[in-house]
């Protein structure tokens, strides 16, 4: 199963060839058969999505593991998150073992696993609809004393930190598919 990392580095290679492919279809005069040929061949290029929907199973697979070692102490905690949210997630998690009321090793796993399959259920949508995906944010990055009073805080600032970034997976995919049919568009009108 590919990592988010493999998956955005791949769309990236994806994408720069598709680039090239579009300056070729505009710079260079096909015929009508060829043109069609090349259509069929960047249709076949499209994202369904699959790859999108294993690489999210993937992801909270990880971190269902990630996080059984958090709280049993085995992994070490470095979280890239705001100044203010890294010193109260630090002083949370240093007191993580014996499940407490700052980290909830449960209610972040469900915190995870809905979001994932919120996702998962987004992958289908069109493209017009990304502007609809927002990146949660369940604690507030204003106040360490709100941190300190909130209920699985430290769950809830790692759920941010993992799912701050897909608005702009869905929207690098969208590209992708939007640049396909652009080489497709100025094949056909060849």
Do not use: M
Not at 28 to 37: G, H, I, L, P
Request: proline letters at 2%; aromatic letters at 8%; one cysteine or more.
């Amino acid at each position: 199963a590919l990592s988010l990392i493999e998956y955005l580095v791949g769309r990236s290679i994806k994408n720069n060839g598709l680039t090239t492919i579009k300056k070729i279809a505009s710079d260079y005069d096909f015929s009508s058969e060829k043109a069609q040929q090349i259509s069929t061949q960047i249709e076949g290029y499209r994202d369904d999505g699959k790859g999108l929907k294993n690489v999210l199973k993937s992801e909270y697979a990880s971190w269902q593991v990630g996080l059984d070692q958090l709280a049993s102490g085995k992994l070490p905690v470095e979280i890239e998150v705001s100044n203010l949210q890294k010193i109260g997630t630090q002083v949370i998690l240093n007191n993580r073992k014996g499940f407490n009321f700052y980290f909830e090793l449960n209610n972040t796993k469900n915190l995870f696993a809905s979001s994932t399959r919120e996702l998962i259920a987004k992958v289908d949508d069109s493209c017009a609809d990304i502007s609809r995906i927002e990146n949660p944010v369940l604690v507030p990055n204003k106040s360490i004393t709100r941190l300190l009073v909130t209920k699985n805080a430290a769950g809830k600032v790692l759920h941010d930190t993992a799912f701050g970034v897909y608005k702009s997976v869905f929207t690098k995919r969208c590209e992708s598919n939007v640049l396909s049919q652009s080489i497709i568009d100025v094949l056909n009108n060849k």
